[in-house]
């Protein structure tokens, strides 16, 4: 099962940040936080990952609470483009002997508005 | 670079058959991982092969299987279709200096009549 919540939906209005939410409470020390996003039809897209300090890239922002109990997805100026299904998903450590395996929750589907 | 490709794009099937679906990893990358997709269920981890060797499985039953060739490209096979296995299927590719990346293809739509 997948380790994350997150609301089902979200509106944003085109050119304003948009901040998607997750909590993750049952987080372990070396499970990071991954943000994946799906355009309909298409296979997910990497966005961002962290493991408990804030980070940024060329598409998004993310910062994770100080007890890495949840985290906010930040897209800066949002386009009609942006809109699709946001995945947040815990995953441990690749160096650790984990795997590539993805547990996919429901994710947000995050519709920008014109 | 070239992303990662699978074959066919769509696809009918009659239940009874078995199908074939082809991955072709992104050029270096090791790990091919295979997802499927339903309005029901979501996406779903069915299994990961690295260097040849399946490295995790999902709670799929025997039917779903799959391989890794020397050259990283990797089939997965499902037998005796249900109508039930109807789905998007997605593969994803990873390693080279971005490891943490999984680069998914377009996916294959498997309908099963």
């Known amino acids: 099962d997948a380790k994350t919540t997150q609301p089902p939906s979200m509106d944003c209005a085109e050119g304003r940040a948009a901040n998607l939410p997750c909590n993750h409470s049952?987080?372990?020390?070396?499970?990071?936080v991954y943000w994946y996003r799906q355009i309909h039809s298409q296979g997910p897209q990497y966005i961002i990952h962290?493991?408990?300090n804030n980070e940024t890239n060329e598409m998004a922002s993310l910062i994770i609470t100080e007890d890495r109990k949840s985290s906010t997805l930040i897209l800066p100026h949002a386009t009609l483009r942006d809109t699709a299904v946001y995945y947040c998903?815990?995953?441990?450590?690749?160096?650790?002997?984990?795997?590539?395996?993805?547990?996919f929750g429901t994710g947000t589907l995050l519709a920008v508005q014109p | 670079k070239a992303g990662v490709t699978q074959t066919p794009r769509y696809l009918i099937k009659t239940r009874g058959q078995q199908v074939t679906l082809s991955c072709s990893p992104i050029?270096?990358?090791?790990?091919v991982s295979w997802y499927q997709q339903t309005p029901g269920q979501g996406l779903q981890f069915l299994f990961e092969?690295?260097?040849?060797?399946?490295?995790n499985k999902g709670n799929f039953p025997g039917r779903f299987s799959g391989r890794q060739f020397s050259n990283s490209r990797s089939e997965m096979n499902v037998s005796t279709l249900e109508l039930g296995d109807s789905a998007l299927y997605l593969c994803?590719?990873?390693?080279?200096?971005?490891?943490?990346?999984?680069?998914f293809g377009p996916g294959t739509r498997l309908t099963v009549t």
């Open positions: 994803a590719s990873s390693g080279g200096l971005d490891w943490y990346e999984q680069y």
């Open positions: 049952t987080i372990s020390g070396n499970e990071y």
């Open positions: 962290g493991l408990k």
């Open positions: 998903i815990v995953r441990p450590d690749y160096y650790g002997g984990a795997t590539n395996k993805l547990i």
């Open positions: 050029s270096g990358h090791r790990s």
């Open positions: 092969y690295f260097s040849e060797t399946q490295r």
